[in-house]
C-alpha cells in the first residue's frame, strides 16, 4: 500500500515532464491518475492496518509529501509555464501559490471532526483543471486564485469526497460523475472551440457535479460542529 501511495510521485513527475514539453492534456491526464491513487490509498492503508505491519513508516508523511508536489508544485508550474495569468505575473503568482500552500500543509487543524478541511485545502490541480475546461480569462485566473489563497487561512469547510458522511451516497455518484466529465473535456481536441460548445451535454454535467461540491461545501461551513463520537 505504501508503494501504491508512493506511485503517485512518479505519476506528478511524469506530468512535469509533459508541462515542460507543453502537452498540457497529457500533464492533466498524468494529475488525474495521481489523484485517483490518492483518493483511494487512504481507504486501503486503513482497511490493510498498515501502522500495525510497518510502524517504521508514517504513512501520512508520505502521503503529504507526494500531495504537496502533485498539488502544488505542478500545478503552480503549469500556471507558470501555460501563462495562466496576465503576462508578468505568472512567477509571482506560482511562488505565491507555493508558499501559501506551506500553511496548510503545517496546519494541525486542517482536518476537522467530521472529516472536512478546514480552509482551502490545496487542491491547486482542480483549480487549474477549471481554468482549462471553462477556458477563463488571465486576468479572472489571477482573482480567483487570489481568493483561494486568502481562503486558506479562513476556516471554511472543504469536502472530502469519501471521507465525509454528510450525504455520502449522494457525494460519491457525483465525485464519478465529475471525475467521467473531467476526463472527457480534457480529452477534447477542441482546435480553439469552447469546451462548452464542443459539448455541451458534458460540459454543463461537469458543472452540476462542481456546484454540488461547491454547495456543500457552503452548507456544511455554517452548520454548527457535531460532537466527536
Not at 503576462?87 to 503568482?93: H, M, V
Not at 476537522?112 to 481554468?131: E, K, R
Request: aromatic share 16%.
Amino acid at each position: 500500500v505504501h508503494a501504491f501511495t508512493a506511485s503517485g510521485i512518479v505519476l506528478g513527475f511524469l506530468a512535469l515532464i509533459a508541462i515542460l514539453e507543453g502537452d498540457k492534456v497529457a500533464a492533466f491526464m498524468w494529475l488525474g491518475f495521481a489523484l485517483f491513487v490518492d483518493g483511494i490509498d487512504g481507504t486501503l492503508a486503513r482497511r490493510v492496518g498498515v501502522n500495525e505491519h510497518t510502524p517504521n513508516v508514517d504513512g501520512a508523511t508520505l502521503d503529504n509529501v507526494i500531495d504537496y508536489f502533485n498539488y502544488v508544485a505542478v500545478p503552480a508550474m503549469m500556471i507558470y509555464w501555460f501563462g495562466l495569468v496576465p503576462e508578468g505575473w505568472a512567477t509571482a503568482t506560482a511562488a505565491g501559490v507555493m508558499a501559501v500552500s506551506c500553511y496548510t500543509f503545517a496546519n494541525v487543524g486542517m482536518k476537522t471532526s467530521d472529516y472536512y478541511f478546514s480552509g482551502f485545502p490545496a487542491i491547486w490541480n482542480l483549480v487549474v483543471l477549471a481554468f482549462h475546461i471553462v477556458q477563463t480569462d488571465p486576468w479572472l485566473n489571477l482573482v480567483v486564485l487570489a481568493i483561494c489563497g486568502v481562503l486558506t487561512f479562513v476556516p471554511f469547510k472543504w469536502v472530502h469526497p469519501l471521507r465525509v458522511r454528510d450525504w455520502r451516497q449522494v457525494t460519491i455518484p457525483m465525485t464519478v460523475l465529475w471525475g467521467a466529465t473531467s476526463v472527457r473535456l480534457v480529452l477534447f481536441d477542441t482546435e480553439g472551440e469552447k469546451l462548452v460548445d464542443a459539448s455541451p451535454t458534458v460540459f454543463w454535467l461537469w458543472v452540476i457535479a462542481s456546484l454540488y461540491f461547491c454547495l456543500i461545501c457552503i452548507w456544511r461551513s455554517f452548520r454548527p460542529e457535531p460532537e466527536v463520537e
